[in-house]
């Protein structure tokens, strides 16, 4: 029984193993069939467009052809690489020198240097008294402090958007709703003109910031596109025309454009016309004394140097359009 089982036992495997060659085989025969056909194809493809393409190419027309598109490709990159490199080299001119120093050119072609900015903070300092308040954008208020070594109303430390607002309130509104706010802030206020970067280059900026809290400024138009030019030679529109920030920058330089002199009076206008400053007039005297009171600053704590500003009482309140805002809020936002 032991003999006639094993052979049973061994038949399977032989089975098996008789079949496996043979399927081998198969798949040899399959792959090599598969190359040569992908070989004649590719000859085929080489017959009916590798050869012709070669021809093309060496022809002497093509030939000629790529030898123009080289001294092109060369005269082109020799070009912009020379306009590339003046182009650098006057923008690092450009940017090398001081913001508030720079070199211009007059109409008859002189280089000048232009030093208006510093000569008006110089004159803040040594025309103004100690305790003058100068209200100007908040872009130049480290200038104003470190330069003139006076107050500035508004700097670069711009984390109060309500007070940033406020500036830009009274900068867009009329002259003598200005005045009502300026009067308990200020003893001066300072405007760049002249062109470039001036106020009224930024005032779409002034409106937008302002009327994010007050909102009559620019009613229902929160991009303040009414508050503007109409046109390259910066016809106003009505509202602009009407404000204090235009008034100021424009005064005696356009057409029937003064400032109203009883509530503020040019005292001084740059070399170049790049800065021009103006005396407040009717300064609230009791506001400035509340103000310059140290028992009226809200400090952190006792003889601290952070001393967060208030304002004085009389400062007209905020239209029914105010919009308070709550920073602690719009932070958890």
């Not at 000629?64 to 001119?93: D, G, P």
């Not at 209200?135 to 200038?143: E, K, L, R, T, V």
Request: include cysteine; hydrophobic fraction near 35%; charged fraction near 25%.
């Amino acid at each position: 029984e032991t003999a006639k089982s094993a052979p049973a036992a061994s038949t399977t495997p032989a089975a098996a193993t008789t079949n496996t060659p043979g399927k081998g085989k198969r798949s040899k025969d399959s792959a090599s069939t598969s190359s040569k056909e992908s070989g004649d194809a590719m000859s085929t493809l080489e017959e009916t467009i590798g050869k012709p393409l070669r021809g093309v190419y060496n022809s002497p027309i093509a030939k000629i052809i790529r030898i123009v598109a080289a001294v092109a490709f060369v005269v082109q990159t020799y070009t912009y690489t020379r306009e590339f490199f003046s182009f650098s080299y006057s923008f690092a001119e450009q940017t090398s020198q001081p913001q508030i120093v720079f070199k211009g050119q007059l109409r008859d072609g002189r280089t000048i240097t232009v030093n208006d900015y510093v000569e008006s903070y110089e004159w803040l300092r040594d025309n103004t008294p100690e305790d003058a308040r100068i209200m100007a954008w908040w872009d130049y208020g480290y200038q104003i402090t470190g330069i003139a070594n006076r107050t500035s109303v508004a700097d670069g430390n711009t984390w109060n958007l309500e007070h940033i607002a406020l500036i830009g309130r009274a900068l867009t509104s009329s002259e003598k709703k200005a005045h009502k706010i300026v009067r308990h802030l200020a003893d001066y206020v300072l405007v760049w003109a002249g062109g470039g970067g001036d106020d009224l280059a930024k005032s779409p900026h002034i409106a937008r910031i302002g009327t994010s809290v007050y909102h009559d400024i620019c009613p229902n138009d929160p991009l303040c596109r009414g508050f503007g030019f109409y046109d390259q030679q910066r016809t106003p529109t009505p509202s602009m025309a009407a404000s204090l920030l235009y008034k100021m920058v424009m005064h005696n330089h356009a057409p029937d454009v003064t400032v109203d002199d009883t509530l503020f009076k040019e005292v001084y206008s740059s070399k170049y016309g790049k800065v021009r400053i103006f005396k407040v007039l009717k300064v609230s005297k009791k506001s400035k004394k509340w103000v310059a009171d140290p028992a009226n600053r809200k400090c952190d704590r006792p003889g601290s140097w952070y001393c967060p500003g208030q304002y004085p009482p009389d400062l007209p309140g905020p239209p029914e359009t105010f919009r308070q805002l709550n920073y602690d809020e719009a932070n958890k936002d």
